[in-house]
């Protein structure tokens, strides 16, 4: 770091050199071969740095090319939508992305089998060696008692209490509860991040279900309030079922979609 | 260590409460005995009768107004509801609720009054109309047929029994609401039907669309009248009838507002354009035409316009907006739009006396201080709206508080109450006096599109994207009636001018009518 501007001062006094431009400019060429011979090499802290770094740059870059990209796409939207709208909203951005909810919900009741047509029908079964690691507990002279650990992410609910260490048999870890899951609304395309309430049914074995795990293609209920969606009768639709979608114990995440 | 005396324990605590509120209770009743004195004075700071003095246990505003109409020496048969705000002395507040008769003390100590028996409470009284719309209650019918979302309604200014609706599928359409059935299909349009509008005497229907054109429909058979008119680039937006006692030798005029900045003024019997207001640099999204012979008009390039009816000439431009003017109302929109039908029902017969009876229903309506002004307020992007007196480029108030865009903003056909309906979920009211905010409306759980008052401006009903309808009344600023029952979106509602209907259409296609 200068501990003064005598960089400044020198350009000054003496200008800069005569193939100043032409370093600059062959420097510029070679950035991103300089980038990528970084990227592999670096090690430890430095490359750590570097990552972070770089991890902005790509951020800003893609805040940029979106911004472009939006520029570009106004113009081939002028043209006239294709829903029929009022007067007032005609000229505004996006009025259609929300398509009211609960007509589709009507509409889906009305075939009696999309009752139980959900996203993800069949799962691969989770056997309960995987689900499930023993745990040798007791007194220091014993240790003849057993608990089991659930291995996977579960959900527990606020109000959920423990029993007495002596009575409890299953261990739900901290590190692997969730609270919230990314929901998707199939038709909106729109991912939010909504509280679970509970687990309503997990396809693997009743006793998951009980014990709130968090498989691949479990139905659970989320809180929609925040979405200020309307059921048929005109209340405020507070609470909905979604099907996980990802595996949570890969990817340390909840993803779900909405099941209307 | 000092000895440290118990905490009373529950039935300690509760007889000590109970005690504390007899005694209170006591103290009330006996304050009730007095009386105190009060002045009236109307929406010009007039006094409108002598100071008299009032028992305190038997103030409720019916009994209140009751005397004023005595005091003001009128027949029984001419007796006028009033609704009463009282003024606090020396101070500038005033309660907008009239408080019963066991609150009454509470409230104005409330309001630092401790000793009203001394002091003369001004109350300012605010005629009513004096017949009451119900609240419509439940969904008497609802009539399918267009094919498309359902984009603006209206009911005719003669009756409650008919009602047209423009359409996304191309056509408007005529019902009949008293049996719920379809009375006619106007088809024609090559695009959605974007504005309906009936004429002052409820003759005609001119609709306009997104097909550049205004259409003329005879309101009584249905038949199309003329050519549809030609002549604007982009869709119409919004369409405004001259008022009825304007019209001179049955040559009606119109005007259309349209996207492409332009307002035109149509002979209705010819189709012939008269004006071509042009001036506006973006969309005019909304036109009306006041009854002093001003055509007011609201633009997305955030100007309001006034300009002269007659010689189409440029009057005024209202610039105090920040973005899009979305909409605008006048004071005087509900006497125009209904010409000489009011609530007796009695329709003079000769076309001079229909003129004269509309001409002094409106001066009626727009007379403020012995001068006919009207009032208009513009509803905005910019999260605001403002309140002109017309005469003036400067606005006489600016309305704040909304959190997102203001899409609509209507007056009560009684000209005391703006309510605005916004973008952030809430509807607001504000004072059309001096645009102070008097309540909030909270309850959807979507954008407000669009809001319509009853005729005798007791009720408000209110029309969002969470596909309900909710109606409130007005006395009380609180949610009357909820009314789902929509499947989708509610783009149009319009409460029927005799007040026992309410029509309402969407996304869903199929027209709702609703009654008490």
Redesign the interface.
């Known amino acids: 770091m200068p501990q003064n501007e005598y960089m400044d001062r020198w350009r000054r006094l003496h200008g800069r050199r005569f193939d100043h431009e032409e370093r600059a400019r062959k420097k510029e060429a070679r950035s991103g071969h300089k980038a990528s011979e970084d990227a592999q090499n670096l090690r430890g802290l430095r490359a750590k740095m570097y990552a972070e770094k770089r991890h902005k740059e790509k951020i800003q870059m893609k805040k940029t090319i979106k911004q472009h990209e939006e520029r570009n796409i106004k113009s081939a939207t002028d043209k ?1 939508p294709t ?9 505004r951005k996006n009025p259609t992305t ?3 909810l ?2 589709a919900i ?1 509409n889906k009741r009305q075939d009696k089998a999309a009752r139980y047509s959900v996203p993800l029908p069949k799962v691969k079964g989770i056997s309960e060696e995987e689900m499930f690691k023993v745990i040798n507990t007791g007194k220091k002279t014993h240790k003849k008692a057993w608990k089991r650990m659930v291995t996977k992410p579960t959900f527990v609910g606020p109000d959920f209490t423990r029993r007495p260490v002596k009575y409890e048999r299953f261990i739900r870890p901290m590190g692997l509860r969730y609270k919230k899951a990314n929901v998707t609304h199939p038709e909106l395309g729109v991912t939010v991040q909504l509280p679970i309430i509970s687990v309503k049914k997990n396809p693997q074995n009743p006793l998951y279900t009980q014990l709130g795990v968090l498989t691949k293609g479990t139905v659970v209920e989320v809180n929609v309030s925040e979405l ?3 059921t ?5 639709a507070w609470g909905r079922y979604a099907q996980i979608t990802n595996t949570p114990e890969n990817d340390g995440c909840v993803n779900a979609v909405l099941l209307v | 260590m000092a000895t440290v005396i118990p905490p009373p324990n529950k039935r300690q605590k509760r007889e000590q409460l109970e005690r504390t509120q007899v005694h209170q209770d006591v103290h009330a009743t006996a304050l009730e005995a007095g009386s105190f004195r009060v002045r009236f004075i109307d929406n010009e700071q007039n006094q409108l009768a002598e100071v008299v003095e009032i028992p305190l246990g038997d103030a409720s505003e019916k009994n209140v107004s009751l005397l004023l109409n005595t005091l003001l020496g009128r027949d029984r048969e001419d007796f006028t509801p009033y609704r009463f705000r009282i003024h606090v002395p020396s101070s500038d507040t005033i309660i907008d609720t009239y408080p019963t008769p066991a609150e009454f003390m509470s409230i104005l100590r409330k309001h630092g009054v401790n000793n009203p028996f001394e002091t003369t409470l001004t109350l300012s009284a605010e005629p009513q109309a004096v017949f009451k719309v119900q609240a419509v209650t439940r969904m008497s019918h609802k009539i399918p047929g267009h094919g498309e979302a359902i984009l603006a309604a209206q009911f005719s200014p003669r009756s409650s029994s008919r009602l047209a609706t423009g359409s996304g599928d191309n056509t408007a359409r005529i019902w009949d609401t008293d049996t719920g059935t379809p009375k006619y299909t106007l088809a024609g349009h090559t695009g959605w039907v974007l504005a309906v509008a009936y004429s002052g005497d409820g003759n005609r229907l001119a609709t306009g669309s997104m097909d550049k054109t205004v259409r003329m429909w005879d309101a009584d058979t249905g038949k199309a009248v003329g050519r549809p008119f030609t002549g604007h680039s982009k869709w119409v937006t919004s369409i405004a009838w001259q008022p009825f006692h304007l019209w001179e030798d049955e040559t009606p005029r119109l005007a259309s507002a349209s996207k492409d900045g332009t307002v035109r003024i149509w002979i209705v019997n010819t189709g012939r354009i008269e004006h071509v207001l042009s001036g506006h640099k973006g969309n005019v999204s909304c036109v009306k035409w006041g009854g002093t012979g001003l055509i007011y008009t609201g633009s997305h390039d955030k100007t309001v316009k006034v300009w002269n009816a007659v010689d189409g000439t440029l009057a005024r431009t209202l610039s105090a907006h920040a973005h899009w003017i979305n909409h605008l109302a006048l004071s005087t929109d509900f006497v125009l739009r209904t010409a000489y039908h009011d609530h007796t029902r009695n329709v003079p017969h000769t076309i001079e006396a229909q003129r004269a009876k509309a001409k002094e229903r409106f001066e009626k309506a727009a007379t403020r201080q012995g001068k006919v002004v009207e009032r208009l307020v513009t509803a905005s992007d910019d999260f605001t709206m403002h309140l002109w007196d017309p005469e003036q480029t400067k606005p006489l108030a600016r309305m704040l508080g909304h959190q997102k865009q203001v899409n609509h903003v209507t007056f009560s056909p009684d000209g005391t109450l703006i309510a605005s309906a916004s973008w952030d979920n809430s509807t607001k009211l504000w004072s059309s006096r001096d645009g102070k905010f008097i309540n909030t409306l909270r309850g959807h759980v979507g954008p407000v599109y669009i809001s319509a008052f009853s005729a005798d401006s007791r009720l408000l009903v209110t029309a969002s994207k969470d596909t309900t309808l909710k109606v409130w009344s007005m006395a009380t600023c609180k949610l009357a009636k909820d009314l789902p029952g929509h499947d989708d979106e509610v783009y149009a509602v319009d409460w029927s001018p005799d007040g026992k209907k309410v029509g309402s259409g969407g996304k869903d296609k199929a027209v709702r009518l609703w009654m008490n």
């Open positions: 006239d829903t029929p709208l009022p007067n007032y909203l005609l000229d929300a398509k009211a609960s007509s009507k200020g969606l309307v048929a009768s005109g209340k405020v």
